[in-house]
């Protein structure tokens, strides 16, 4: 004789406000926006402010806005392709035929461009959601740290 499975629902407690609308229990937001041209002719470059707020304890800091160049994005991708075991996500291109002189607009400069690099903020929430990715020294150094020291020793942090 075979036993038939226990298909009971379980019981729920039922919701009440403070669960429905009060803080979520683990979040993590990251927006990439305000992007600066800064320099002048063939020194100039866009920086785009990186925010984040989070409730995750692995973060020492909880709330950090610090400024990145598209070359600070690639150097975190790079790393965490060298070092850690994620899948990492493509970056949004790289503009090569907008650094071409003698244009008839603004190249890198111009808004619809970089409004296109908004697929940065895609980019690095993808990476900072990865829980491995979330141990990575070099994502902290990235997101919370107003320079970034590429001499720094690669490794997990600790918390």
């Keep these: 004789m075979s036993e038939v499975a226990d298909t009971r629902r379980l019981n729920s407690k039922p919701q009440d406000l403070m669960d429905a609308y009060g803080p979520p229990s683990n979040f993590l937001e990251i927006d990439v926006n305000d992007p600066q041209i800064v320099g002048v002719g063939r ?14 304890p692995i973060f020492k800091l909880k709330d950090s806005c610090v400024k990145r160049r598209y070359s600070d994005f690639e150097w975190l991708k790079s790393e965490l392709e060298r070092d850690s075991k994620i899948v990492v996500p493509a970056l949004p291109g790289k503009a090569l035929k907008r650094q071409l002189p003698f244009r008839p607009d603004e190249g890198l400069f111009e808004e619809s461009f ?5 697929g ?6 993808r990476i900072a959601g990865h829980p491995l990715a979330q141990n990575e020294r070099c994502l902290h150094m990235f997101l919370q740290e107003e320079a970034i020291d590429r001499d720094y020793i690669p490794g997990k942090v600790r918390h």
Excluded at 43 to 53: A, D, G, I, L
Excluded at 120 to 125: H, P, R
């Design 114 to 118: 970089i409004e296109e690099r908004r």
């Design 43 to 56: 020194n100039r470059y866009t920086v785009y402010k990186v925010r984040m707020k989070t409730n995750l």
């Design 120 to 125: 940065l903020e895609q980019f690095i929430n």
